[in-house]
């Protein structure tokens, strides 16, 4: 059973910088795209950064240039830094990784259960 798990999430003010954390855990033999979602109240869920295993990044507009994707692929984690953070921000952060299981068992595609963050102004 493979689980990932977020933290690093909190309750902070407009200007500040936060990193989250995904760790991956379960029988794994490899984790190809992962990515970083968050999902505002009243609002769909929507992408905020991707990063390929070989390194390739891909940003919302919203946050380009603030926040910064990166995996360790020998920990099976994925982080996320947050820097210069806005009230719009605030929202579930989710991530997601798409999973080979070994022993030719296939492939899934995962979710964290969430982690708030919460920007004041």
């Known amino acids: 059973q493979v689980q990932l798990v977020e933290s690093g999430g909190g309750l902070v003010q407009a200007g500040v910088s936060l990193r989250l954390s995904c760790a991956a855990s379960?029988?794994?033999?490899?984790?190809?795209?992962m990515a970083w979602y968050r999902q505002a109240p009243g609002k769909q869920r929507e992408l905020v950064a991707r990063i390929t295993r070989g390194g390739t990044t891909d940003y919302s507009p919203s946050v380009k240039g603030r926040f910064t994707i990166s995996r360790d692929d020998a920990q099976n984690t994925l982080y996320l830094q947050m820097n210069s953070l806005k009230p719009e921000d605030t929202a579930v952060y989710y991530c997601?990784?798409?999973?080979?299981?070994?022993w030719g068992n296939g492939s899934d595609d995962k979710w964290g259960q969430g982690t708030q963050v919460t920007v004041s102004s």
């Open positions: 379960g029988y794994i033999s490899s984790i190809n795209v």
């Open positions: 997601n990784a798409a999973i080979t299981y070994p």
